[in-house]
T-cell receptor
């Protein structure tokens, strides 16, 4: 079955550590996105990529980094510069940049101890 | 930048109809989407309006008025399983890049 796989599902890290969240899709989608969701809040866009080797900052990119070396993969690194990283992270993809339909992974819940 | 406004909470009785409104401000508007999210889960796509008018998918309908920067999601024959958060999201273009920006969500509680 085609879909988006995020790992790990739960992650704990100590302050000052970088952590990388994995996102892989086998839907052959061109566009991929990372969102952050805090309890009771909406989704805020961190980074997005429309094609391989290209990505743009979203609304809250500070303290995060991404790469898009392959069409299928869009990993997100939460760096120690991110002041409040505890959150639910969602990866999504879409066929192209013009569609309103995103397909989401199951999310990664990061807790900083 | 973009801004979207939707009510924070709505309560309705099982079997009833509920409408969730969304107003937006953005440049380069391309379309309005709606998503459902149950607690602890990922959002799932419900509908997309690229043009003015009504789109119907089963018990759910979505409406867009581009001139009013306004849309709504209509849920009919409410069921308990419809209790969830509902998000509107705008697709817009900034230069050569397109992104989807979400509202803060409306929590729908369906009661007996």
């Amino acid at each position: 079955d085609g879909g988006i796989t995020q790992s790990p599902k739960y992650l704990f890290r100590k302050e000052g550590q970088n952590v990388t969240l994995s996102c892989e899709q086998n839907l052959n989608h061109d566009a991929m996105y990372w969102y952050r969701q805090d309890p009771g809040q909406g989704l805020r866009l961190i980074y997005y990529s429309q094609i391989v080797n290209d990505f743009q900052k979203g609304d809250i990119a500070e303290g995060y980094s991404v790469s898009r070396e392959k069409k299928e993969s869009f990993p997100l690194t939460v760096t120690s510069a991110q002041k409040n990283p505890t959150a639910f992270y969602l990866c999504a993809s879409s066929i192209g940049p013009s569609t309103g339909e995103l397909f989401f992974g199951e999310g990664s819940r990061l807790t900083v101890l | 930048g973009q801004s979207l406004e939707q009510p924070s909470e709505v309560t309705a009785v099982e079997g009833a109809i509920v409408q969730i409104n969304c107003t937006y401000q953005t440049s380069g508007f391309y379309g309005l989407s709606w998503y459902q999210q149950h607690d602890g889960g990922a959002p799932t796509f419900l509908s997309y309006n690229g043009l003015d008018g009504l789109e119907e998918t089963g018990r759910f309908s979505s409406f867009l008025s581009r001139s009013d920067s306004y849309g709504y999601l209509l849920l009919q024959e409410l069921q308990m399983k419809d209790s969830a958060s509902y998000f509107c999201a705008v697709r817009d273009w900034a230069g050569t890049a397109s992104k989807l920006t979400f509202g803060t969500g409306t929590r729908l509680q369906v009661t007996l």
